[in-house]
């Protein structure tokens, strides 16, 4: 079983459309989350981190689920823009100064 | 603007070659990362430092060393490379947030990459 584990899509979906994405990982030890996005042929840029009380930042909405050990993305409205594939990251090792990425999951958003 | 510079974006080279990629940052980060990303596997860790001359091993650090003399540069070394290092190469750069081994993750700043191909 991956570390983090995400739907690899593609998600393809209208502008204008809510999606949602979730991501899983193993460790029930975890504290840290975050949720990075990465343009074709460009290296990731962080998007928002993940609280436990769950977050917002404009159209982007982030929860975090301890019982299940999953977080999750929802875009509302979606923009052309917003496609883009989305990596979930989580620290799985408490002590160590080190992150893992999923491998990501592909939004299309479509005219 | 901070800014994460890796040497090369393309490079080829041969089996057996000796590969030297750096990264330069121009944040003051103590933290620095090599990763490689794979299609369908997704970033994985190589090495990471949080200190000049210190180091610590990644998820795959097999036929890989490095190197941090100074706290701007992170250079990545392949000894002796071999086509399953065939990948893309990122670097990346965090502040401290807390101690070495506690405290809190920084947003990772990471450079454009290095499309490695080893024939």
């Known amino acids: 079983r991956k570390e983090v584990e995400q739907d690899p899509g593609p998600f393809n979906v209208p502008e204008g459309a809510t999606v949602a994405f979730n991501c899983t990982y193993s460790n029930s030890a975890s504290q840290s989350f975050f949720w990075y996005r990465q343009d074709c042929r460009k290296e990731p840029k962080l998007l928002m981190s993940v609280y436990s009380s769950g977050n917002e930042d404009g159209r982007f909405t982030a929860q975090l689920n301890r019982a299940s050990q999953y977080i999750s993305l929802l875009i509302r409205d979606s923009k052309l823009s917003d496609s883009a594939t989305y990596l979930c990251?989580?620290?799985?090792?408490?002590?160590?100064?080190?992150?893992?990425f999923g491998s990501g999951t592909r939004l299309q958003v479509q005219p | 603007d901070v800014k994460v510079t890796q040497s090369s974006r393309y490079l080829v080279k041969r089996t057996g070659e000796k590969v030297f990629l750096e990264c330069v940052q121009d944040?003051?980060?103590?933290?620095m990362f090599w990763y490689r990303q794979d299609p369908g596997l997704g970033l994985r860790l190589i090495y990471f430092?949080?200190?000049?001359?210190?180091?610590e091993k990644g998820d795959i650090p097999e036929g890989y060393s490095v190197s941090r003399e100074k706290k701007e540069r992170f250079s990545l070394i392949l000894e002796s490379a071999s086509t399953n290092q065939t990948s893309m190469y990122l670097c990346a750069s965090s502040l401290l947030v807390g101690t070495a081994t506690s405290g809190s993750f920084d947003e990772q700043f990471f450079g454009p990459g290095t499309r490695l191909t080893v024939l």
């Open positions: 430092s949080y200190d000049v001359k210190m180091k």
């Open positions: 944040m003051d980060h103590e933290n």
């Open positions: 990251v989580v620290n799985m090792e408490m002590g160590r100064r080190a992150l893992t």
